[in-house]
Nanobody, 124 residues
Framework: QVQPVESGGGLVQTGGSLRLSCAAS????MGWFRQAPGKEREFVAG????????SYTDSVKGRFAISRDKSEATVYLQMNSLKPEDTAVYYC?????????????????????WGQGTQVTVSS
């Protein structure tokens, strides 16, 4: 399987928006995690293989949206109303091992392959 590849990070002001993209090698359960300096990596959002089920950490609900395109190999994370506390390196993860078509996954051990990460910085 191909390592996921993220893109779309950058610098944005508080209240702004960014869209992250992640290219995988097929239709897999995918997730976004983030790690801020001095903190542990945390789950942000996950999407099922079919793209019909999603899950979010509480701090991003109503602001972030995970989705996948029609080819189902690319997953997006639309981030709106960004806050300085959203500043982190964002990682895309893919679950290449067997998985339900309907379930998103929310913990790091659920995923088999990780991207290199993309920096998101929100200035105040």
């Amino acid at each position: 399987q191909v390592q996921p590849v993220e893109s779309g990070g950058g610098l944005v002001q508080t209240g702004g928006s960014l869209r992250l993209s992640c290219a995988a090698s097929g239709r897999y359960a995918m997730g976004w995690f983030r790690q801020a300096p001095g903190k542990e990596r945390e789950f942000v959002a996950g999407i099922s293989r079919l793209g019909t089920s999603t899950s979010y950490t509480d701090s991003v609900k109503g602001r972030f949206a995970i989705s996948r395109d029609k080819s189902e190999a690319t997953v997006y994370l639309q981030m709106n109303s960004l806050k300085p506390e959203d500043t982190a390196v964002y990682y895309c993860a893919a679950r290449y091992s067997r998985a339900s078509l309907l379930l998103p996954f929310t913990t790091a051990p659920d995923y088999d392959s990780w991207g290199q990460g993309t920096q998101v910085t929100v200035s105040s």
